[in-house]
């Protein structure tokens, strides 16, 4: 089930729109080392101290445990490990053919069912595909994914499937992008994938 409508000052698991930004730029924009966010953090307290206040987390674990507890419509972390089998050079091996390799997901059916059902992105999504001409010279004017000649033709084979008669063409687009997390993991390199509504 997509996860319920919140009121708009609810930030859970975060206290506040303070707390979420924090979390935000300390760990998405800024990526900053958990030594870092340690210093930060500790300042950020010093100054807080004549005012008996204290920064929106207590150190980098505090940060990490709130980020963690966020639930994505209650879909869970699954995991499995992979590793290469297939005929391995006689000499240098690399190192990556002989380890194990951890795969972290949550079920992308699950997630984007609920992505589909967040009322957040209602007036964000075009349900249909569309075309728009210039009224001058009659020119196809490119604005999104459905505004393309793809997307209507998909949409085309749909309506012409008896076995889809009143589905709705809801193409996800992913990608996946190098992350290099130094600090926390020795340098490991990670390849999120990412689903975009």
Known sequence: MPPPSKSLDDWTPYWDCIEFETAEFLYTCNQMSAGDINVLLDLWAATLLK?????????YHNLYKTIDSASVGNVKWQSFQVKYMEEKPAYNVPPWMNESHDIWYRDPHEVIRNML????????????PY???????????????MSSDWAWNQADKLSNDPDTI???????????????????????DYYPFYAKK
């Open 131 to 145: 075309h728009e001409f210039l009224i001058n010279n009659d020119k196809h004017q490119w604005q999104d994914f």
């Open 166 to 188: 009143g589905s709705t063409f809801m193409p996800v687009i992913l990608r996946s992008d190098k992350t290099t997390v130094s600090v926390a993991t020795g340098a490991n």
């Open 51 to 59: 005012h008996n206040d204290k920064p929106p987390f207590a150190d």
């Open 117 to 128: 059902g967040n009322l957040d992105y209602t007036a964000e999504m075009n349900y249909q």
